[in-house]
Each structure stands twice: as structure tokens, then as C-alpha cells.
Nanobody, 115 residues
Framework: QVQLVESGGGLVQAGGSLRLSCAASRSIRIINVMGWYRQAPGEQREMVSTITSGGITKYADSVKGRFTISRDNLKNTVYLQMNSLKPEDTAVYYC?????????WGQGTQVTVSS
């Protein structure tokens, strides 16, 4: 079992930046994949970015070049640095962890980008 707690969301103007953090309740060294998904009102949850235990990253086309995912195994934390934010980035952002055949989700943090 892994508990994930997100932080760092908020209200920002278009063009601004935010950094999301996801703190895990136990060591993330052996967690195969961690990442971020988001869900806008009336939309399906979509993958934003993932990072494997080996450091391989993946990004949605819509955020490439603007968002950067990283993980700190010593702090058991995954980060999402979001730059050049756009109104269409507005959503609830969820932290995700996959270990073996199990998946875990955080409760989400709201990101709102005003135009």
C-alpha cells in the first residue's frame, strides 16, 4: 500500500509557473512508475507525465517542452515543474504510482490558470 499526497496547486496567470509535489508514504525506489494525470471538468482523466524507477520520462504532447517531471528517491517525492502555463492546463492534477499489478492515486490538487 502506498499513500500519495499532492501539494503545490493553486491559481496562476497564463504564462506563469507552478511546481507540484507528490509525497509517498514509503520508499519510491521500488515503485516502477510514478507520474501525474489530470482531469478537467467534463473531461476524462489523461496522462500528463510519467517517470520510471530508471528515470525514463514520458510526456503528453500538450505539455512537452513546458512541463518537467522528476523524482527524489531520498525524499520519496515526485515533482512536476509546470512552466508557461495555459488556461487549458486548468484541471485537478493527480499523482499516480504503479507497483507490480497495483496502482495508487492521490486525492488531487487543483490547478487553475487564468487568462
Amino acid at each position: 500500500q502506498v499513500q500519495l499526497v499532492e501539494s503545490g496547486g493553486g491559481l496562476v496567470q497564463a504564462g506563469g509557473s507552478l511546481r507540484l509535489s507528490c509525497a509517498a508514504s514509503r520508499s519510491i525506489r521500488i515503485i516502477n512508475v510514478m507520474g501525474w494525470y489530470r482531469q478537467a471538468p467534463g473531461e476524462q482523466r489523461e496522462m500528463v507525465s510519467t517517470i520510471t524507477s530508471g528515470g525514463i520520462t514520458k510526456y503528453a504532447d500538450s505539455v512537452k517542452g513546458r512541463f518537467t517531471i522528476s523524482r527524489d528517491n531520498l525524499k520519496n517525492t515526485v515533482y512536476l515543474q509546470m512552466n508557461s502555463l495555459k488556461p487549458e492546463d486548468t484541471a485537478v492534477y493527480y499523482c499516480y504510482a504503479a507497483s507490480g499489478d497495483r496502482a495508487f492515486w492521490g486525492q488531487g490538487t487543483q490547478v487553475t490558470v487564468s487568462s
